[in-house]
């Protein structure tokens, strides 16, 4: 089971105000409230909001904002959208309102407003018919509950509670759970609700937090490719680390890191032999891993050559670190990483492209050797050109230079092994010559 939670207004629309209190906060209080309790007896939340703004909301465009919350809703396919609001014009008590009555929707509203009345004792108003937006274009069946009045004393005495809204919480949760046919459990102290959440952060304001990445990463890519925002970064709240960013100037033509790869290990070697006869013989350990990981692993060999120099090295790296990404080497004479063996390194630089590239943890089996795999902002770097200033600073052309490498691999038109292996030992000789030996 799936529901939508839709904290009623925010933003710009404050909703009804009286007594020093605005609508809009007191909703998202409530509905932050029942989120985790929901989650706890099972069902899966998605909140439209949990900061001032909803996803892809429109400034002073009310009717723009809550076509946002809808398509929030059918997006994420929920089973059930419940808005939450609080009332105002002269009266007392509580109410739910439905489109029409004789459907499911009418049977949610009598469940919850059930619970709702029970709370403080006050006036039961009934479930009630109303013609709005969030109950009217939602294909699934949705209900909107009004709690209380904010401009009556006696209900916003009981609204400036903490404890009270708690209860309206708890009131929605137990009509929400019975609506499914869940028998209501009331999270225990000694097992505390997971707070880890899910940002969604659109042109720079944050508009949600979900329960799952997955939903956070979907909610952006909605938005970005809707036109609602033009960038959309997943954070998440545990340490405020984005784990995803997505643009609008997304770029089909650029490389993708992740995919599979055409070249074969031969054409690597060979032209990576062209160029250091010496080299060791670590292709099969790009093959082998990057297969693993679901890495393009032919561009990260272009990548390494690139990185070491036709692994001859010459720079701060020394080859005895089999560091071939330049992992952790950050300048002013610091190194980098040391890795045991050189299928380690090079699982280690495979590792920390696929942090830069997708969200998703590593493969079951695959061991992390990545020092720094956690310092990654994850997704940010679907494409090889996205690496430009991230993986090398200031990095201009630094992917298209890597593409380049790898085009020229591809060229490479792949002797028998025989003969290869003569142009290795002549090569050698004519080496070790060269040096004196």
């Known amino acids: 089971m799936k529901v939508c939670i839709d904290p009623g207004h925010g933003g710009y629309d404050p909703g009804a105000v009286g007594n020093g209190m605005k609508e809009k906060e007191l909703t ?16 899966s939340v998605v909140l439209t909001r949990d900061g001032d703004y909803a ?3 429109y400034e002073n465009d009310q009717k723009r904002d809550l076509g946002a919350r809808v398509t929030s809703a059918e997006s994420e396919k929920v089973d059930l959208f419940v808005s939450i609001h609080i009332n105002a014009g002269g009266g007392t008590g509580v109410e739910v309102f439905v489109i029409d009555t004789g459907g499911r929707a009418e049977i949610a509203a009598y469940k919850v407003l059930s619970y709702l009345v029970q709370v403080g004792e006050w006036r039961n108003r009934g479930v009630k018919t109303q013609n709005v937006m969030v109950l009217r274009e939602t294909s699934m069946p949705a209900i909107l509950t009004e709690n209380g009045f904010i401009d009556k004393d006696e209900d916003i005495a009981k609204l400036k509670e903490t404890s009270f809204r708690q209860a ?5 949760a137990k009509g929400i759970c019975e609506y499914f046919g869940i028998v209501y459990k009331e999270p225990i102290a000694s097992q505390p609700i997971p707070d880890v959440l899910y940002r969604v952060i659109l042109d720079g304001k944050q508009t949600m937090a979900l329960s799952t990445q997955e939903s956070a990463i979907n909610q952006v890519k909605i938005a970005v490719d809707n036109g609602l925002a033009t960038k959309g970064v997943v954070q998440r709240t545990t340490d405020s680390v984005n784990v995803f960013e997505y643009r609008t100037d997304q770029d ?20 990576l032999l062209k160029y250091n006869p010496e080299a060791p013989d670590i292709i099969p350990f790009y093959k082998k891993n990057g297969e693993l990981l679901g890495i393009r692993w032919g561009y990260a060999v272009a990548q390494m050559i690139k990185e070491t120099g036709y692994l001859k090295f010459g720079g701060i790296v020394k080859p005895e670190q089999n560091n071939f990404g330049g992992i952790g080497a950050v300048g002013n004479g610091v190194s980098g990483a040391i890795f045991s063996s050189q299928e380690k390194g090079v699982l280690a630089h495979l590792e920390h492209l696929y942090a830069y590239a997708s969200t998703e943890p590593l493969p079951s089996g695959v061991e992390m050797v990545d020092p720094r795999f956690g310092l990654v902002t994850r997704g940010s770097c679907q494409n090889w050109e996205d690496l430009n200033g991230r993986w090398a600073v200031p990095g201009d052309g630094y992917g298209e230079s890597i593409i380049g490498l790898y085009q020229q691999m591809t060229k490479e038109i792949v002797s028998d092994s025989e003969e290869v292996s003569i142009i290795k030992k002549i090569s050698k000789i004519i080496s070790n010559y060269l040096k004196g030996k």
Do not use: W
Not at 168 to 172: G, P, S
């Open 28 to 43: 998202l209080d409530i509905c932050l409230k029942l989120k985790p309790l929901l989650e706890y007896n099972g069902i």
């Open 55 to 57: 996803a892809g909301h």
């Open 252 to 271: 089909s033509s650029k490389t993708l890191i992740m995919g599979e790869e055409a070249i074969s290990v031969e054409q690597c070697k060979q032209f």
């Open 168 to 172: 309206l919480a708890v009131a929605h």
